[in-house]
């Protein structure tokens, strides 16, 4: 749901550090992203997204944050 608290693990492409982090669910994607566990992150541009791996994407970690 809009609001969930993420937290992200990059794994081990190039530059994951810069994008490990808490992230807040603004946008759900589109047909089924949900269900592939895929999260789609948003980025300011295309060379920042393709940092994360030669081919925009890689393997993460994920965890669901609990309200405290």
């Known amino acids: 749901p809009f609001g969930t608290v ?3 693990d ?4 190039p530059n ?8 807040v ?6 047909s089924g992203i949900e ?9 300011e541009d295309h060379q ?3 940092m994360v791996t030669h081919y ?4 993460a970690e994920i965890w ?3 309200p405290v």
């Open 6 to 8: 993420l937290i992200i």
């Open 10 to 13: 990059g794994g081990s492409g």
């Open 16 to 23: 994951v550090e810069d994008y490990n982090g808490i992230y």
């Open 25 to 30: 669910v603004e946008d759900r994607g589109g």
């Open 35 to 43: 269900n592939d566990g895929i999260v789609d992150l948003f980025f």
């Open 48 to 50: 920042d997204a393709v």
């Open 56 to 59: 925009g994407w890689n393997y």
């Open 64 to 66: 669901i944050a609990e």
